[in-house]
């Protein structure tokens, strides 16, 4: 059934812009939610996004107004758009799919998710 599958990180300057992208397959692109989430090692993973099957978008307040979520319908792609990059946006970033299940956790929170791409590296440097 395929599964998600980022691109697009690397290494930029403080205060450079990066662009993920997330291949999703169909069905899943159809019927979830969609987020990106962020892992430094040592530390648990983090919401960082996330849009609705409707385009209703939320964000983590560290990167709220620096950060764009999208997704493109007729591509089944998901985008996270960076801007004003800082050392500590450095990480392991995933997209992920989540159908409702564990409604009682925050939004944002991994325990919501149920799909994972395997990480794209960011790593900003001062």
């Known amino acids: 059934q395929g599964q998600l599958m980022e691109s697009g990180g690397g290494s930029v300057q403080a205060g450079g812009s990066l662009r993920l992208s997330c291949t999703v397959p169909?069905?899943?692109?159809?019927?979830?939610?969609l987020g990106w989430l962020r892992q430094v090692p040592g530390k648990e993973r983090e919401g960082v996004a996330e849009i609705t099957t409707n385009g209703n978008t939320t964000y983590a307040d560290s990167v709220r107004e620096r950060f764009i979520i999208s997704q493109d319908d007729a591509k089944d792609n998901l985008y996270l758009q960076m801007n004003f990059l800082k050392p500590e946006d450095t990480a392991m970033y995933f997209c992920?799919?989540?159908?409702?299940?564990?409604?009682?956790?925050?939004?944002?929170?991994?325990?919501?998710?149920?799909?994972w791409g395997q990480g794209t590296q960011v790593t900003v440097s001062s």
């Open positions: 992920a799919g989540r159908d409702g299940r564990n409604g009682w956790l925050p939004l944002l929170h991994p325990g919501r998710y149920t799909h």
């Open positions: 169909k069905y899943i692109f159809d019927n979830h939610c």
